[in-house]
């Protein structure tokens, strides 16, 4: 940024600094690598000819340092290009909260312009004292068909409203991440299942899911899932799925149909007889596992005869010596 500034003084022979002299194309390059959009805007003041090169610029990224919701919305409106390649959103400020309609906004300006990548990142806010006390906002999000990485961490008052469509709303999405909001269980099995042909990798976590989920997907290779809700059931059939992540769910039961497992962290509760691995093999390649009995064997350990890599995580409660001793 600096050595951007420092062309408004240093001329050369004819009155023209040498960056002001090359092509709108590679201004437009120089700028995208600055990797801030505020920085980009910044260098409008250098002089007639940088004044609106920034709002070409493909990649529009606001980090949690400089940026804020009012810069955002000014950084959207004076842009021109007809597409972009990222929407980086990463805000930290709590005196700053965003609401649901302006984060929705930000999805609306994004969609159209057929971004590969897009990040919102927004600050946590301060639950009530009382659960009842929760209002939830509803977030609409909007058809996203070309891009390949779609990544949410909201707030916990946000709902979560996915599109509703029968053709594939997210055709090329690879990774999808969700984080810290709620959402519909059977919108978001009906998303993953029916119209994210593409997906590689989906990783819930800090989600409030109203419902039970069931996720059926072919192209799935990654899932992690930290998901909360009453009583919640579910049910993954995924035949490419390598490697699967379960933390803070302690579902009532589970139903998992891989094939191709070989990597397992499971840090809840697990109950043979209602979490049940189905076509699985014998062996994986690493298994971790946190165990809430320190007295006794975890019982994901007899689901499988060989582990090549295994982590195990004990949580030791104080107790007494003569529970141990009745333990024992």
Known sequence: MQTLMATKSSRVAGGQDRISGLSDELLETILNRLHSAADAARTSVLSRRW???????PDL???NDVASPDAVDAAMAAHSAPAIDRLAVALADMSRPVSAARAAAWLRFAAPRTPREVHLVLPPKQPPAREEDVVFEDLEVPLFPTTEFLNVNLVYDFRLRLPVAEASVFENLRVL???RCAASGADL???VSTQCPSLLSL???LLDADGDLSFRSDTLERLSLGVVGDNLRLEVTAPSLEWL???GCNPAEARITAPKLTEVEWDDVYDPALHIFHGTGRRLHRLAVTQWVWYQVPPLLQRFDVVDELSLHLLVLPVSLSLVDRAL
């Open 51 to 57: 004044r609106s090169v920034w709002t070409r610029i």
């Open 245 to 247: 992540q379960v933390h």
């Open 203 to 205: 990783d819930l976590s």
């Open 177 to 179: 991440c969700i984080s």
């Open 61 to 63: 990224i606001f980090l």
């Open 189 to 191: 099995s009906r998303v």
